[in-house]
């Protein structure tokens, strides 16, 4: 009865929990910067899951979207034109 008990809790908490999850990163991939922060920091603190929770979302974010727009929804910031022009050699 107890081990049945367990089993039932389990698989209520993973509901909850996927459901947790899924609602954490869809807040967090409205901000790109923040995503792309959140997977560096799980690959550096080496979080498995949270890195592959983050992979996952960037990967609906540019599955089926043309060529031309994905480097739109990958860059984070476009490069200021003083930025990118290299410095004239004296």
Known sequence: MIS???LLYA???FDVLQKWDAEFIDKVGENRQLLY????AANYLDIKSLLHLGCAKVGSLIKGQPLENLKNILSVQKEKK???????AK
Not at 37 to 40: A, E, K, Q, S
């Open 4 to 6: 049945r008990m367990i």
């Open 11 to 13: 698989i209520w908490l």
């Open 37 to 40: 922060d959140l997977i560096l």
């Open 82 to 88: 003083s930025e990118a022009q290299p410095v004239a």
